[in-house]
């Protein structure tokens, strides 16, 4: 048996530009009967009772608006919450425990943030009556025998403290527009401010006004006052964005610490390298974006992130992915590069008022990926910006004969029109290539975008749109400047495998910044590193390969890295660990083989 969902994306139902297609081509409709309306809101309304799951309304809906989904009959019973008729829905409820850090990843829109605002306290989830009064009472009766009853009954009852580290720190300012040392000082419960300063590396900021951080600083001061409160459960929603590696490293062992205090922790999170690395437990929803999300049972975290790369939850039987991700396990170093030279500089210097950057000569050549990484405000944009002629050096030259495409890191979306119109004034026809629609286009579910405003774009919808509209250009060097920011887990993998795809058959050269170190395993032939005094001074080194610069950069860190026998991802060792000490003692900061990790445990 099926349970047959329909579901209406409202801000894309335009039934005034339609010509109501939909309720003309319903099959049930044209029979007499009225499975979808237009009711006074001028939204369309689909009874899930009478649709019979042909499809037709989503195929002529010009604006695919429309989702008809099957689902399993179990799962009836285990709905949480539902928000209205035809509108998302969220099925079952993460596990938090005390003394753990548990993990929760997903595609962004379902239903991540919906089964934070449970847990905290600050919803109360209807079981699917959203047209009822929904009550704690009803609800801890539908948990009766569940592990998660005792923890809805102390909310309930007003018992358990909860600290929420919101996902939209930048709205931060907006509330708080004082000192950082003013709201520290408020939040700081635990009176231990002045150890959690030191931890965040935050000294800097704290005579700073909270408009006056940059984005990981206030990421870092929120994951700070998120923590500073005497609470019962710790909620971090996407801590690690707009960090560094060396910064992700430093909240990873704050948010550690609070779990090994006793307390019960849970972090939302994409960059699966940290999850890995900071959780116990990792679980996944899956579904639908926009339309349901379920979530997985509790798994260990190495099993756990490998079914969310598989697309297969062993314990459910669910494939929720017809396709697993894979690792590529061709050498360190091995590239597919031709002789031909697209980009070569000499040493360059670049001089600001209180910041200089110095990168050693290099060049680039056609098939190459390469790939930026080092700590935050140390010139990697400044040199990404100089190489594609957006900034001139103070000394040295560029000489770049080829075109370049550059995707800056700060993204606008000051375009007056639909995502649609920007497109077609922007690319024209290249919008349609058959490689760009296969490898990005499709796999990021950009038609969905399209009849949406620019300026109504989330971070994460207007990166993709950037993204499209470099990677479509017809150019010699694709300059990218962090791609995978405010990118789900899984968007983050198709972008990494596209670049890689297309540069590769294109025969052209890319340089790409990130900070997740998945992103740049997949996408990366070389790696250029960069080492200094964060907004001080910057150096570069030249192109190394991809196993040297992984090496230099990995031993700046203090990480080790090995990769997982099972998906050949990338996998941080614990520090301390008997892999970490052995690859530490050869100098092999990055990656053993794959079958070492059956005999040598590395956490």
């Known amino acids: 048996m099926v349970h047959r969902i329909a579901v209406v994306e409202e801000d894309l ?88 850090v548990v993990g929760l990843v997903g595609r962004n829109g379902i239903g991540k943030s919906t089964a934070l605002k449970i847990l905290a306290g ?36 007003g018992e358990l403290r909860v600290s929420l580290k919101p996902q939209a720190v930048y709205k931060l300012p907006e509330a708080w527009t004082k000192e950082t040392r003013l ?39 929120a994951v700070a006052a998120a923590s500073l409160k005497d609470a019962d459960l710790y909620l971090f929603d996407e801590p690690s964005s707009y960090n560094d590696v060396f910064q992700r490293l430093a909240v990873s062992k704050l948010i550690r610490g609070i779990a090994e205090s006793g307390k019960s922790v849970l972090v939302v999170e994409h960059d699966i390298a940290f999850l890995d690395y900071v959780t116990d437990y990792v679980q996944i929803i899956y579904g639908e974006p926009g339309a349901y999300g379920i979530v997985s049972g509790l798994y260990a975290s190495r099993t756990g992130i490998n079914s969310l790369l598989d697309g297969y939850l062993p314990q459910e039987n669910v494939r929720f992915r017809d396709h697993a991700v894979t690792f590529g396990q061709r050498a360190a170093g091995e590239t597919v590069e031709s002789e031909e030279v697209v980009a070569k500089y000499t040493a360059l210097g670049k001089s600001y008022k209180a910041f200089k950057l110095e990168a050693a000569a290099g060049e680039i050549n056609g098939g190459t990926i390469l790939g930026v990484v080092g700590a935050n405000a140390l010139g990697k944009t400044t040199f990404l910006k100089m190489l594609a002629g957006v900034e001139k050096p103070t000394s040295g030259t560029v000489h770049v004969d080829a075109k370049v495409a550059y995707k800056p890191q700060y993204l606008s979306s000051e375009f007056d029109g639909t995502v649609d119109e920007f497109f077609m004034t922007t690319l024209g026809s290249k919008y349609t290539d058959p490689v760009l629609q296969d490898n990005l286009v499709v796999p990021l579910r950009l038609e969905k975008l399209l009849a949406r405003r620019m300026g109504e774009l989330s971070g994460g919808e207007l990166q993709k749109v950037a993204i499209v509209a470099t990677m479509a250009q017809d150019t010699d060097v694709y300059a990218l400047d962090e791609p995978s920011a405010f990118l789900d887990v899984e968007d ?72 997982d026998v099972n998906t050949g991802r990338p996998r941080v060792n614990k520090p301390g660990s008997k892999l970490d000490r052995d690859q530490k003692d050869r100098g092999t900061y990055y990656y053993v083989s794959a079958q070492r990790e059956e005999s040598a445990p590395a956490d």
């Open 13 to 100: 139902c335009q039934s005034k530009k339609c010509g109501l297609e939909c309720i003309k081509e319903c099959p049930v409709n044209i029979n007499g009967q009225e499975c979808i309306t237009l009711p006074g809101s001028k939204i369309a309304l689909i009874s899930e009772e009478l649709c019979i799951g042909c499809g037709i309304c989503i195929k002529v809906c010009p604006f695919d608006a429309i989702d008809i989904l099957n689902l399993s009959e179990e799962l009836k019973s285990d709905k949480i919450h539902q928000y209205g008729v035809n509108s998302f829905r969220l099925f079952r409820i993460p596990t938090v425990r005390k003394g753990q």
């Open 122 to 157: 600050q919803l109360v989830p209807n079981l699917g009556d959203y047209e009822g009064t929904a009550t704690w009472d009803r609800f801890i009766q539908y948990l009766s025998g569940r592990e998660m009853k005792e923890h809805f009954e102390r909310i309930a009852d």
């Open 183 to 221: 709201l520290l000082q408020q939040m700081d419960e635990r009176k231990k401010m002045d150890e959690v300063v030191e931890t965040l590396n935050l000294k800097e900021t704290l005579d700073k006004k909270l408009p006056d951080l940059s984005g990981g600083e206030l990421q870092r001061v």
């Open 492 to 563: 983050r993998f198709v972008v990494a495998r596209a670049i890689n795809r297309m540069v590769k058959a294109r025969g052209k050269a890319a340089v790409v910044i990130d900070h997740d170190l998945q992103v740049v395993d997949i996408v990366s032939d070389r790696l250029l590193v960069f080492s200094g005094d964060p907004g001080v001074s910057g150096e570069a080194t030249s192109p190394l390969t991809k196993e040297e610069g992984m090496n230099e950069f990995l031993r700046r860190v203090g990480l080790t890295y090995r990769r």
